[in-house]
């Protein structure tokens, strides 16, 4: 992470946050992966289950939109500077994008599922490093970004049953 400039400088109570910035950096580049990949799958869904599955990705897709700047602005507040372009996203995502020209519904909502609890464990390791710099605020808040992203691994997993 690149050294924060003096016109960005935050004043924070806060110290060590470096660890917690960094892990909050990574979390918010497999957002926006996400976000990007469930709008690509809402775009090209298609079969029997469409409408349900394109209303669904869409709201799954708007909720990982509006973790994204809580995120960002918790890094801003412990005196750390956060992602600024798609080439820092792509350095740091984990979750793998989809380029295919076609992946069968049952498939996009089984990859989803599996993202979505890629994206709980980059929420942990949050969560680890927020208790390690006894910053409670991104402790605390980590948690119901948490809860969304399993609710969603739900949803796909229940979407995708079988009758």
Known sequence: MATVNPALD??????????????????L?????????????HWHVSGPHFRDYHLMLDDQATQILGVTDAIA????KT???????????????????NDADFVDPHAMLAELREDNLK??????????????????????????????????????FEASRKA
């Open 73 to 76: 602005e918790r890094v801003r």
């Open 29 to 41: 580049a497999d957002c926006y992966a996400l976000y990007l990949k469930t709008k690509n799958f």
């Open 79 to 97: 005196g750390n500077v956060t992602l600024r372009s798609i080439g820092d996203i792509s350095r740091r995502q984990t979750i793998a994008d």
């Open 10 to 27: 935050t004043p924070t109570g806060l110290s060590n946050t470096r660890s917690v910035a960094d892990a909050l950096n990574a979390s």
């Open 119 to 156: 994206l709980v464990e980059a929420f942990r390791v949050v969560k680890d490093a927020a208790e390690e710099a006894k910053d409670n605020a991104t402790s605390g808040i980590v948690d119901d970004w948490t809860d969304e992203a399993e609710e969603r691994a739900w949803f796909l």
